[in-house]
């Protein structure tokens, strides 16, 4: 089924026409978009539909992916692209003298989530459907989504981000699906009359948990598969409770905002509410689902897989338990047996701030029926393990320690899968992190990398190079990305490469007219656009960027006829807002760029761009124009890493250390085609080991290091009297945590190396040539795949099957 040009437009006057009672000429984009918006939801519905049954007739094994962040940016383009109809809605619009790129304007972007975990779950929802897998998505409908990041004199300002303010096109309430969801009271188990015990509950609250629908379309598959999100409502039997308007609102405030930082105490208690509310709401709307089936709930997890997406699901495990005792009348032990086959957990991070833990007082006062789960989850852990190994370990793994429970413990002890997000973090894992559970459950432990919806990042995001991959490669890769390699063949094709460099540098010309809108500031195209773009953290290592950055500043001062390439140094970065020191590192790189963009000596050789408000809209423009991607986080602190693979995609040469999915990237493009620098793993490892670091020493002994850190608090960059003075506090009073003094002349080489390698322009285009044709190996598809087959043991639906290698 594929609709003409003239069929487009005819549904689109009419549709207008129906909604507004006007015409084309008079619409505004607004109006045109939403039009837009029914169009194409009518254009999928019965696919939507269809999939649902074929999977309910097929009974297959579904999975549900549960995260308590999602990230999916805009989906106008997105759901044209996986349709097949975006030429023919590009052309039809055009007739109807719009652009659909006005329209795109429009349309909110998406971001219930703060960064790479949440872009990873919308990667695999686009990946999942597209490979024909049957998959959900369950999570939270926040009605603020991550707040909107401005500049205020260089300060990190934030504002709401009220995306739903005129609506989201592509929701669908679905209020028969609804379920209550209970907090707070007190419970005790009574004997029944037939000696089960059950829970009573007292002085309880009963929230309305209200389904959200998304459609999640495959590629060009007819699938469309579910993000379904919750809302809280207060119920209508229970509206006598609530008698203040206050107390109204701190109910109906559960799903207001997302939390934009896991690691303050601030909103704690509601943060573990939204867990249980997403948690409970999900598991519950799975069992109504699976009892349609009529199966033997022993038979659950031939049926139902949930994958727990980092810790803040946990709460699945002792939700599913309460359900199949308390509901279903389950024992314990055959409940608990279900529970572990159906569940599946991914680690996301080693920093101990993300490990999440919650006072006991805490959970039994908010949960009380979870929290009496877990403790017995945990009793019952410790009498099996027991005399099976060593105490001291039993006491380490322990689900409840020192008054906190241990949402990581309990979700590798209650499940059957637990996988790291690359190679070096799963041997970490393995290794060190977790390597106490380790040794109780290694078949438990597997890697799968990460990956990136490359139609998204590739053809949706830098159009211009996906032609030039049509002509040169012909349009296979568009569907399966590992054909990317057929480009290695045209590594010297002088043709080819100029092609790529023309795409290049129109992306970059195209960004370069955004900054000057956004900010002012003109760049040249013809410099090196060299970019870091994720979350604001001590750990991924701006400021080392910008102590690079500095130097550069200082050579050209010095000798400002030196000879070299221009850089345009491109950031974009939210802090968490209570994250102080994250913020000021914002302001002294705004407060540099105000510096060394004004300087007259400086005469546009080196510029710094700090471009607001980093989200998954403003990546899809920046990482097509982008030569260099800085990838320079502290050695196993980046669990995996996903901007690395977007950059690539693109064509931009990497400077990285070896860390996360980095490693794996040098792996596949060698170590010709990559900058690495810095200390390894091991010997950042060895380093806590001998624990002789001292970043003062190397400051002494470094001029460079001392004029940079010195015009932070002298005034030389002005401006930052607190910030400069916090900045050098944490590289010198307290020991530069995350060594960035010690990698710093070893990142001053590699940049240097970089220069040369562009200097070089034949060598540098064939080196974005085999990263782009190297990037097929990180495509979230191939990822997916490897959870369905290892871990969740789903399989695609058959008639949609498509080759795999
Ligand atoms: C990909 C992406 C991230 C993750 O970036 P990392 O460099 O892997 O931390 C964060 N935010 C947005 C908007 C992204 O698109």
């Known amino acids: 089924m594929t609709m003409t040009v003239n069929e487009f437009k005819e549904e689109m006057k009419q549709r207008l026409k129906e909604k507004y009672a006007m015409d084309f000429k008079d619409a505004s984009p607004q109006e045109v978009f939403h039009v837009l918006g029914s169009v194409v939801k009518a254009y999928y519905s019965d696919a939507w539909s269809d999939t649902w049954k074929d999977y309910l007739r097929a009974e297959q094994k579904q999975v549900y992916y549960f995260s308590i962040e999602f990230l999916p940016g805009k989906m106008l383009k997105s759901n044209l692209l996986n349709l097949g109809i975006l030429e023919v809605v590009k052309e039809g619009l055009a007739e109807l003298d719009f652009d659909l790129e006005d329209l795109v304007d429009v349309e909110k972007d998406m971001a219930l989530g703060n960064g790479g975990l949440g872009r990873l779950a919308s990667c695999f929802m686009d990946s999942i459907a597209s490979c024909g897998l049957p998959g959900n998505g369950n999570g939270i409908r926040y009605d603020y989504g991550l707040f909107k990041q401005r500049f205020v004199d260089g300060y990190q300002v934030e504002l709401p981000d009220e995306w739903l303010r005129n609506g989201n096109t592509w929701e669908v309430r679905k209020e028969s699906k609804a379920v209550d969801v209970r907090f707070g009271g007190q419970v005790w188990m009574k004997e029944m009359a037939d000696g089960k015990l059950k829970p009573v509950y007292e002085n309880d609250r009963i929230l309305r948990a209200v389904p959200y629908d998304t459609a999640i379309l495959g590629y060009q598959n007819h699938i469309v598969n579910t993000l379904r999100l919750w809302s809280v409502e207060i119920p209508a039997s229970q509206e006598d409770q609530y008698r203040s308007i206050d107390d109204r609102r701190q109910f109906e405030d559960l799903t207001a905002v997302l939390y934009p930082d896991d690691s303050n105490e601030h909103g704690r ?213 590992d054909d990317l390699k057929l480009l290695k063949n045209y590594v010297e094709d002088e043709a080819v490469l100029t092609k790529l460099a023309v795409a290049k540098q129109h992306n970059k010309q195209k960004l370069a007219s955004y900054i000057k809108e956004h900010t002012g500031i003109e760049v040249s195209p013809e410099a090196i656009f060299d970019v870091q773009i994720k979350r604001l953290h001590a750990y991924k290592r701006q400021l080392l960027n910008l102590l690079h950055i500095m130097k550069c500043y200082f050579d050209l001062k010095d000798n400002p006829q030196k000879e070299g390439n221009q850089r345009v140094f491109i950031f974009g970065a939210k802090a968490a807002p209570s994250y102080t020191y994250a913020k000021a590192i914002i302001k002294v790189i705004n407060e540099c760029a105000n510096l060394i963009n004004h300087d007259p000596d400086i005469n546009g050789r080196i510029k710094i761009v700090f471009l607001e408000n980093y989200n998954v809209t403003l990546a899809e423009q920046i990482i097509p124009a982008a030569d260099v991607s800085e990838q320079i986080s502290l050695a196993s602190k980046e669990a995996s890493g996903t901007s690395n693979m977007k950059l690539m995609l693109n064509g931009a040469v990497t400077i990285a250390t070896l860390d996360g999915a980095n490693v794996e990237i040098r792996d596949v493009v060698g170590d010709d085609n990559i900058v690495i620098f810095g200390m390894t793993e091991a010997e950042v490892y060895a380093c806590y080991e001998s624990n002789d670091y001292s970043a003062m020493k190397i400051y002494e002994e470094s001029p460079i290091l001392q004029r940079i850190l010195n015009a932070f608090v002298d005034g030389t960059v002005p401006n930052i009297q607190y910030e400069g003075q916090a900045v050098v506090d944490s590289l010198l009073k307290y020991n530069d945590e995350y060594f960035l003094l010690r990698d710093f002349a070893s990142y001053v080489a590699a940049q240097e190396q970089i220069d040369r390698l562009y200097s070089d322009k034949k060598r540098w285009q064939q080196m974005s040539l085999l990263n782009i044709a190297n990037a097929g190996r990180f495509s979230s598809d191939d990822t997916v795949m490897r959870y369905a087959e290892d871990i969740w043991q789903i399989e695609p639906v058959e008639k949609y099957t498509k080759k795999r290698t």
């Open 269 to 481: 208690r509601v943060r573990l509410a939204q867990e249980y509310f997403f948690v409970s709401a999900g598991v519950q709307s799975i069992m109504r689902y699976f009892k349609k089936l009529n199966k033997p709930l022993t038979l659950l997890n031939e049926y139902v897989a949930i994958h727990i997406n980092d810790t803040h699901p946990a709460l699945c495990i002792p939700e599913m338990m309460r359900i199949l005792m308390d509901d279903y009348e389950l024992s314990w032990e055959v409940a608990v047996s279900i529970t572990t086959k159906v569940m599946s957990y991914t680690n996301h991070t080693i920093m101990a701030e993300a490990l999440e833990k919650w006072p006991v007082e805490l959970m039994k006062d908010a949960l009380p029926r979870m929290y009496q789960i877990i403790e017995e989850l945990d009793r019952r852990f410790v009498a099996t393990y027991s005399g099976v190994w060593d105490a001291d370990l039993i006491q380490r793994t322990r689900i409840i320690q020192n008054g906190q429970v241990h949402m990581a413990h309990m979700a590798i002890i209650y499940s059957h899968s637990t996988n790291g997000v690359a190679k070096l973090h799963s041997d970490l894992l393995k290794e060190v992190v977790l390597h106490d559970f380790y040794v109780l459950f290694p078949e438990r432990f597997n890697n799968k990398t990460n990956g990136i919806a490359q139609r998204r990042w590739s053809q949706l995001a830098n159009p211009e190079m996906a032609e030039v991959l049509d002509e040169t490669i012909g349009k296979s890769w568009r569907q399966d990305s």
